[in-house]
C-alpha cells in the first residue's frame, strides 16, 4: 500500500483519485537551458511526502537538488551544475573539479579519489604512457551518463519511482570502467536508494578507488546542527596542527564564518548487527535532518568535510573505499583495490530524509544503540588506520 497525505492506499483507490499518477508522483524528464547548466538532462523526482530530487543524467547520474517539503537538504556551491563541456580536468593543477562541484551527492572516482596524484601505469603496457595524472577525485563525475531507463514500477499495491544509466570512463591503453547506477524511491517515501555496479570492461588490470561526497547545506545545516555518527575512534584530522584554532570542532555546527578554512576528519565507524553504518546530520531546532546509510563492507572508510566558510556553507559526509591518506598509503598496506576483466564492486546506499522530530529522534537513538560519538568537540585523531578487511596480508 501507498501511504499519501495520511491514507492508506492501493493501486486502485490511488487510480481513482486521478487520471495520472504524476499528480502527486514521478519521475520527469527535461533539460536545462540557461547559463552553465544549459544542455545538462535532469530527471525530477517526487515521491508525494515532499521529497523531491533531481538527478543530472550528464553529470554521472549525481543527485543535484533536494528539498523536502520546500526545505532545502541539498548544497548548492557558487559554482552551479555546470555542463560538463565546460569542465577542464586537468585546469587549475588539479584543482579545477571545485568549478563543478555543487550537489547532494557527487561520485569520485572510478580508479582515483582524494588529492592529485600520479599513478605508474606499467600496469597498461603502453611504453610512452608512463604515469597516469589524476585530478582532484578523479573523472567519473563530469562524465555524462547513457539513460537506459526511468519510470514508475508497481508490484502489487507499492509503486517505486526508478532511474538507471551507465557510466563509462574509457580511453586507449588505460581503464575502461563502468559505472551501473539505479536509483529508486517509494511513493509515499522518504528514501533515496542508491545501487551501484562499477565493472572493469576492459582487459587490462586496473585500480579501483570510489567515494561519495555527500554534501547538506541550510536549513539542515544551521547553528547548533549537530553531526551523529557511530564513531568508534577519530582517526585523522587534516588540520591536526591547528586543531582548535577556528574554535570549531566536530560535533557542533557554528553559523558560517568568513575566511573559514575546510576540516576534514576521518572516523573509524561502528557497524550495527547488519553491517549498516548510519551518520546523521540533525537540527533539533527545525526538528529536521538528514541520514546517509552505508555497508561497511563496500565503505570500510569515513570522512566528514566541514566547509562554514560564508557562502559555501555545507558538511560532507563521505564513505570511501580507503582510508585517506591516499593511493600509495593503499598500495603500501595492499588495500589497493584492482579489479581483473570482468570484476565488479557493488555499492548499496539509502540517503533518508528525517522530516520532523519524531523521525530526527529515532535516528539519534538508533545510532547510538550502536555506538556512543565522543562528547568533547576535539577529540585527539589517533593516527590509527584499521586494516581493512579482505585487503591486504
Keep these: 500500500m501507498v501511504t499519501l497525505y495520511g491514507e492508506r492506499l492501493s493501486r486502485r483507490t490511488l487510480a481513482e483519485r486521478t487520471g495520472s499518477l504524476s ?4 519521475v520527469q524528464l527535461s533539460t536545462l537551458g540557461d547559463g552553465v547548466e544549459r544542455g545538462i538532462r535532469r530527471l525530477e523526482f517526487r515521491t508525494g511526502t515532499g521529497l523531491r530530487f533531481t538527478v543530472l543524467v550528464d553529470r554521472a547520474m549525481d543527485i543535484a537538488e533536494c528539498d523536502h ?5 541539498g548544497w548548492h556551491s557558487p559554482s552551479g551544475f555546470r555542463h560538463p563541456g565546460l569542465h577542464d580536468y586537468e585546469g587549475e593543477a588539479g584543482l579545477g573539479w571545485f568549478r563543478s562541484m555543487s550537489g547532494l551527492n557527487i561520485t569520485c572516482g572510478l580508479d582515483h579519489t582524494l588529492f592529485m596524484h600520479d599513478d605508474p601505469a606499467g600496469h597498461y603496457h603502453y611504453g610512452p604512457r608512463k604515469t597516469v595524472s589524476s585530478s ?5 563525475g563530469t562524465i555524462p551518463a547513457r539513460l537506459t531507463g526511468y519510470g514508475e514500477r508497481w508490484d502489487g499495491d507499492e509503486c517505486v519511482l526508478w532511474a538507471e544509466g551507465v557510466v563509462q570512463q574509457a580511453t586507449v591503453f588505460g581503464e575502461d570502467l563502468h559505472l551501473i547506477r539505479r536509483i529508486e524511491a517509494n511513493v509515499g517515501g522518504d528514501e533515496i536508494r542508491l545501487h551501484d555496479r562499477v565493472v572493469n570492461h576492459g582487459f ?13 547545506g541550510h536549513p539542515v545545516l544551521a547553528e547548533g546542527a549537530r553531526y551523529v555518527a557511530p564513531i568508534r575512534e577519530v582517526l585523522w584530522a587534516a588540520h591536526a596542527d591547528r586543531y582548535q584554532a577556528q574554535g570549531v570542532g566536530y560535533r557542533t ?3 558560517p564564518i568568513v575566511n573559514f578554512h575546510e576540516q576534514v576528519w576521518q572516523h573509524d565507524m561502528a557497524a550495527d548487527d547488519a553491517g549498516r553504518v548510519n551518520v546523521a546530520l540533525v537540527n533539533d531546532r527545525l526538528g529536521f535532518g538528514f541520514e546517509v546509510e552505508t555497508r561497511k563492507s563496500q565503505f570500510p572508510a569515513m570522512y566528514q568535510w566541514q566547509n562554514f566558510h560564508a557562502g559555501h556553507y555545507a558538511l560532507g559526509i563521505e564513505p570511501s573505499t580507503n582510508h585517506v591518506l591516499g593511493k600509495d598509503f593503499a598500495r603500501e598496506r595492499g588495500e589497493l583495490i584492482w579489479l581483473e576483466q570482468g570484476d565488479e564492486r557493488r555499492y548499496d546506499t539509502v540517503l533518508r530524509t528525517l522530516p520532523d522530530a519524531a523521525a530526527v529522534s529515532d535516528a539519534v537513538a538508533r545510532i547510538e544503540r550502536v555506538a556512543r560519538q565522543p562528547d568533547e ?5 589517533s593516527g590509527n588506520f584499521p586494516p581493512i578487511p579482505g585487503r591486504g596480508a
Design 69 to 73: 517539503a520546500g526545505r532545502a537538504i
Design 23 to 26: 499528480q502527486f508522483a514521478g
Design 136 to 140: 582532484l577525485h578523479g573523472r567519473v
Design 253 to 255: 555546527v557554528p553559523a
Design 377 to 381: 568537540e576535539y577529540p585527539q585523531p
Design 204 to 216: 587490462y588490470r586496473t585500480p579501483h578507488m570510489y567515494c561519495y561526497h555527500i554534501n547538506v
